[in-house]
Structures are given as C-alpha cells and as structure tokens.
C-alpha cells in the first residue's frame, strides 16, 4: 500500500488507550468542522463534524472538542484499536457562499500497537 | 453499501502526455469533487460540480487541467500535458448537496506517475 504522511505528526499508542489527536485551523471565519479518517491506499472517510456553535461532539467511541478561542479542534479516540491506524485530518469549511469547500489540514499518523 | 467509483487506480504516464480519470458518483448525489492529494498532505479541492455545473474552480491549473461533468452524473478530469509535478493522488468525492453539512463520500483515488 502507499505511505501518506512521510513527514506528517505522529501519534504511536497501545491498544486499549485512549488517543488524542490535535488541530489548529486558522480561519476564524470556519463554521463547520470534521475529521476524516485515511487508511493506507484509500480514500479519506468521515468520522465525525461538529458545527462553531458547539464546543463538544460525542460518536461512537470519538469525541470531537472545539476550542474558538484558540483555533483549536481536537480528536479523542477511546480505547483504541488497530484497525484505527491510519492518517486523520482535520478539515474546516466556511460555509456560507462557500459551498461545501473543505480546507483540509496537514494529517497526523496513528500508530496502535497490539 | 453505495461507494464513489474511480478508473483507473494507477496510472504511469512520461510527461507531456495526456491522461485522463474518470469518477462514477454514489446514485442521486448532485454534487462531485475532485481533490488532489500529495505525499504527506490533506486533499486540495480542484473543481466542484453542482450537477453539470462548474461552481468552485478557483484551484484548478486551467492551462492544463480540464474537468466535466456533462450530464451530470460521472465525471472526467484531464490533464494535458503532465509535468512531473502532477504527481499525485486524485480523490473524486460526492454528495447529496453542496452545503457544507452535506457528507461527502471519497472514492479510493487515482495514483499518477509522471516520469
């Protein structure tokens, strides 16, 4: 498969532990966030979004943390498996005239060790 | 389940060249993208369709790059000639709307090699 990300963020856990993945977005204009999970040789898939008027999304073992004040987001990923080793991105969309025009951050690496 | 279709997965052409990809949307999805992804970074929008429509081309190389969508269903985009800096993976994705809220749904790519 390919490689994504030679020189991306790496975040290396063991299984059972808790992730946490980091973003700064920089326009503060953004309304609308997601992260997208990319495994090797794939496209990116949706995990979950989170709009500007909230601070904190909760899915299926992700929660999603929006900070404004600081142009932060975050992933938390509970008990993680290998299965979630992949790339994960940010992405922040401005909404309005925009369209759905997704501005997608730099990626970090998740690496679960059995 | 219903996925974004892309032809070819791997290309390898020398520059100068044209190549061209095509992307077969989910069924119903009125709006298509195309993305460019290079080593070590997110996906770049290109071009977004809204049905046959062009509405978001701002980051597409015009001089070289082309893209349709002329019923508004499948879609190609073209790159005539290649540089070696085209070298990529090029994502097609769709979805239902074009809002921001409107999930889109990648296909698996296209992975070009511009010798």
């Known amino acids: 498969g390919e490689s994504v990300g030679l020189h991306l963020p790496t975040l290396s856990v063991q299984e059972g532990d808790n992730s946490i993945i980091n973003c700064a977005y920089s326009n503060s204009a953004s309304d609308y966030f997601i992260w997208y999970k990319q495994e090797s040789g794939k496209g990116p898939q949706f995990i979950i979004d989170?709009?500007?008027?909230?601070d904190k999304r909760q899915g299926q073992r992700v929660t999603v943390l929006l900070n404004k004040t600081v142009k932060h987001l975050s992933l938390q990923i509970a008990a993680t498996q290998p299965g979630d080793s992949a790339v994960y991105f940010c992405a922040e969309s401005a909404g309005g005239t925009s369209y759905g025009k997704l501005t997608f951050g730099q990626g970090t690496i998740l690496t679960v060790h059995p | 389940e219903a996925e974004v279709a892309q032809s070819p997965r791997y290309k390898i052409t020398e520059k100068s060249q044209a190549v061209a990809f095509w992307c077969d949307p989910i069924s119903g999805h009125a709006t298509l993208y195309w993305y460019r992804q290079i080593l070590g970074q997110g996906p770049e929008l290109l071009v977004q369709f809204q049905d046959e429509s062009v509405v978001d081309d701002s980051q597409l190389p015009k001089d070289r790059f082309s893209a349709e969508r002329l019923k508004g269903v499948d879609s190609t985009l073209k790159i005539q000639p290649a540089e070696l800096g085209d070298s990529a993976m090029y994502l097609c994705?769709?979805?239902?709307?074009?809002?921001?809220?409107?999930?889109?749904?990648f296909g698996p790519g296209t992975r070009l090699t511009v010798t």
């Open positions: 989170i709009r500007s008027n909230m």
């Open positions: 994705a769709s979805s239902l709307g074009g809002l921001p809220a409107d999930e889109q749904y």
